[in-house]
Nanobody, 121 residues
């Protein structure tokens, strides 16, 4: 089994930055994704990274502002978030899967518990 644990969330002002981390209990052989869920809304795709770190995909809403990366030696996946906007406020979830990488939640088999990101205007 794979266990995921997110950290790094918090409260920032609009225009600020945060870096989220996802610690994985297993080996770094999985495609990784970040999703988020705002109050009253469905969970939505944010970013994805293939197991080899070469395939990358971002939601249109975060392109140019967010960067997904991984450190295989430390079993960590990151989401660097810059130029944050109030609409980025949500619980952010880390996900892992073996069926491929991309925006579809069905591609991911394992999910973390989430970390809260709040952006004030």
């Amino acid at each position: 089994q794979v266990q995921l644990s997110e950290s790094g969330g918090g409260l920032v002002q609009a225009g600020g930055s945060l870096r989220l981390s996802c610690a994985t209990s297993g080996r770094n052989i999985y495609n990784m994704g970040w999703f988020r869920q705002a109050p009253g809304k469905d969970r939505e795709f944010v970013a994805a990274l293939s197991w080899a770190g070469r395939g990358i995909e971002y939601a249109d809403s975060v392109k140019g502002r967010f960067t997904i990366s991984r450190d295989n030696a430390r079993n960590l996946v990151f989401l660097q978030m810059n130029s944050l906007k109030p609409e980025d406020t949500a619980v952010y979830y880390c996900a892992a899967g073996t069926g491929g990488y991309g925006s579809a939640a069905r591609l991911y088999d394992y999910w973390g518990q989430g970390t809260q990101v709040s952006v004030s205007s």
